[in-house]
């Protein structure tokens, strides 16, 4: 019976390493694109079933466990863990409007681009006020049923929600007590459920993955990479100084390993890279947190899905990127006022961008707007934007991985023999 189990092709299948078979999905999907070109898109619905699958389960993963993270920490300690990971969202977005504005002003995109007019129907996004209103549900069930515009007033309920709990488990009340304890446990039973399902999803992974990349390389082809590789290296140089050095050095200095930390999040990495959506990911994201990196639940439950709503470095960076090559474009230098306006403006609107494909394409209007460059820009770049929608959404997601695992350090909230800290593991 046992040699039977062990030889099935489906059980191989199952016990190959998952980064590995995302990695040759990914490779297969290259060779695919451009080999086949854009008549490749037969394999679309395969794409969309890998989406469709990861879109499934993140608003009932992030409400069941983010109602057990809130209610197994105190209260004071998840302000305390909250107003942390502000404060890192924040300072690292600024980091990346810098590092944006620089290697835009090094490499210098758009010198002697002729600005055509190009269509594009600009889309007006709301006020910022209106945003951040928009945060605290009217109605927590229906936020549940949206996404992504549910997935922050879902995280403002369920921590709510979670906090109640906290206080029924330690009522003086027997019977509020025990309904309390039998409730986290159905949370915390639904929570592992999830999780369950995000480790199937993942083994359809690999075929999602090889489907969405090679759609895109056989719609655009290399050439795309040639004709706008500036504004590409720019994005891409910019968002790997982010993750190797920025990130790479906070981490370093917290006394985590770098390479253990990339090793870790890889899967989240790739995934964001293709599908091109921080919420998307989360339920990757999350499941990397918590295996790969031992995260605490009470930790990452949170900071993970406002990271992947509100924390954006890599769109900070190819907002920066952009707005110096409109103004190249139009052979216009920048002043430094203009960049300390594009810098603050990109940072602030960079919060209120969806974490989904091509939501940082409409709030660019917002930052070239700011200093009056042209928006017709957003029309041009709309034709390469799935490749750097590819970069941002990547260097935002390990933006997320990293602020969970520096956070949760300087709380203790990290169990080091679990996942990639575990000694003697080699993958
Ligand atoms: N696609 C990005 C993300 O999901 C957002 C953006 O377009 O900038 O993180």
Redesign the pocket.
């Not at 091109?276 to 990911?281: E, N, Q």
């Not at 961008?353 to 394409?361: D, H, Q, R, T």
């Given at each position: 019976m046992k040699g039977k189990k062990k030889t099935g092709i489906f059980r191989k299948y199952l016990d190959f390493p998952l980064i590995y078979k995302i990695t040759i999905g990914f490779l297969l999907g290259v060779v695919a694109g451009l080999t086949v070109g854009p008549s490749i898109s037969v394999v679309k619905p395969l794409g969309d079933l890998f989406l469709r699958l990861l879109r499934m389960i993140v608003m009932p993963l992030i409400f069941f466990t983010l109602v057990v993270g809130a209610s197994t920490i105190d209260p004071k300690k998840l302000g305390r863990i909250g107003g942390k990971v502000i404060a890192w969202y924040f300072a690292t977005s600024f980091i990346a409007a810098a590092i944006g504005i620089s290697i835009g002003l090094l490499v210098k995109p758009g010198i002697g681009h002729p600005l055509a007019e190009v269509e594009y129907t600009v889309t007006t996004p709301p006020p910022f006020i209106e945003t951040v209103l928009s945060w605290v549900p009217e109605n927590p069930f229906e936020a549940l049923t949206q996404f992504p515009e549910g997935v922050l007033p879902t995280i403002i309920f369920a921590l709510m929600f979670g906090i109640g709990l906290t206080y029924l488990r330690n009522s003086k009340i027997n019977r509020h007590r025990e309904s309390g304890d039998t409730l986290f446990k159905v949370f915390d039973a639904c929570a592992e459920i999830m999780y369950k399902i995000v480790r199937f999803v993942l083994e359809f992974a690999p075929f999602g993955v090889f489907a969405l990349i090679a759609i895109v390389i056989g719609e655009k082809g290399i050439s795309i990479f040639v004709s706008y590789g500036k504004i590409i290296g720019a994005a891409a140089v910019g968002t790997a100084i982010m993750i190797l050095g920025v990130y790479s050095a906070v981490l370093f200095a917290c006394g985590i390993n770098p390479l253990k930390f990339l090793r870790g999040g890889k899967e989240a990495m790739l995934t964001?890279f293709v599908t091109?959506?921080?919420?998307?990911?989360l339920p990757v994201t999350m499941k990397c947190a918590d295996e790969n990196f031992g995260v605490n639940r009470s930790a990452y439950s949170f900071s993970l899905p406002i990271g992947?709503t509100i924390n954006?470095d890599?769109?900070a960076i190819?907002m920066l990127v952009v707005a110096v090559f409109a103004a190249n474009a139009v052979g216009h230098v920048l002043t430094a006022s203009e960049i300390a306006t594009l810098i603050v403006v990109a940072v602030m609107s960079?919060i209120g961008?969806?974490?989904?494909?091509?939501?940082?394409?409409i709030?660019l209007t917002v930052t070239l707007g700011s200093i009056g460059l042209p928006l017709q820009v957003v029309g041009l770049i709309a034709g390469i934007d799935v490749i750097l929608?590819m970069i941002?959404?990547m260097g935002?997601?390990t933006g997320d991985m990293t602020c969970a695992l520096v956070v949760s350090k300087s709380e203790n909230l990290i169990d080091f023999e679990k996942g990639v800290w575990k000694k003697g593991r080699t993958s």
């Open positions: 964001a091109r959506s921080s919420s998307g990911t992947a954006m890599g769109t190819y960079s961008v969806a974490g989904v494909p091509m939501g940082g394409l709030m929608d941002r959404t935002n997601v």
